[in-house]
């Protein structure tokens, strides 16, 4: 399976409800220099794909899904790419009833890690009840509404059940399958509940060895 970035969490700061506004978390920045020196000058989610920076495409997948506020966590060219969102469609400065989402910027220079953007804005009490997690560079036409609802009737019966990720199958060979992004999964039938989650950063992948791997997690389990 490939990852497609997106997850879907519940916030510890407040209470689950489908009448709650459907907020969005965008970390631009990958912290990975995948691609230097391409993105020593410029920012990563500011990359041209089809003549559209990918933050566009981000922003546009969540306003489809009908996302209305939006965090946006500047690490890296915070200014590049406040310049940007000032003259695209999505630019704070449209009136609001005009404004297709309502952007909220932070920014963190010192940041080293989705992980440390993860930890500055639960510090920082930003967001508060359900919120979708995603990369700035995120190309995808997925409908996260159905996603969205289960999330929130397995949260509410289940106060441990905080993250709904979203995966898309791509067979091997696929060209959505990139280095770095296989994962090894083994959920339950029944619920979905992911037991075991392998990454391989590698070009050859040990499958026989996590396999081994996966199955003594299981029976450790049962």
Known sequence: ??????????????????????????????????????????????????GRPLLDYTLESLFLNSVTEVILYLSNSPSSIRSWLAISKWSQDLPAVCRPLNITIIVNEDCRSVGDACRDLDEK?????????????????????EVVEKHRARAAV???????????????????????????????????????????????YNFLWNYSSMMRCLSAMT
């Open 1 to 50: 399976s490939s990852g497609i970035n997106a997850e879907y969490m519940s916030s510890t700061q407040g209470s689950l409800s489908p009448d709650d506004v459907l907020t969005a978390v965008v970390i631009a920045d990958p912290y990975s220099p995948q691609f230097h020196p391409l993105t020593l000058s410029s920012p990563h989610c500011l990359m041209s794909l089809a």
């Open 125 to 145: 009490g930003i967001v508060r009840g359900d919120f979708l997690l995603v990369s700035g560079d995120l190309v995808a036409s997925v409908k996260l509404e």
């Open 158 to 204: 289940d106060k441990h059940s905080i993250m709904t990720k979203v995966y898309m199958q791509a067979q091997p060979g696929n060209c959505l399958r990139t280095r770095g992004s296989e994962v090894v999964l083994a959920c339950d039938k029944a619920t979905q509940q992911i037991l075991f989650y392998q990454r391989s950063g590698q070009a050859a």
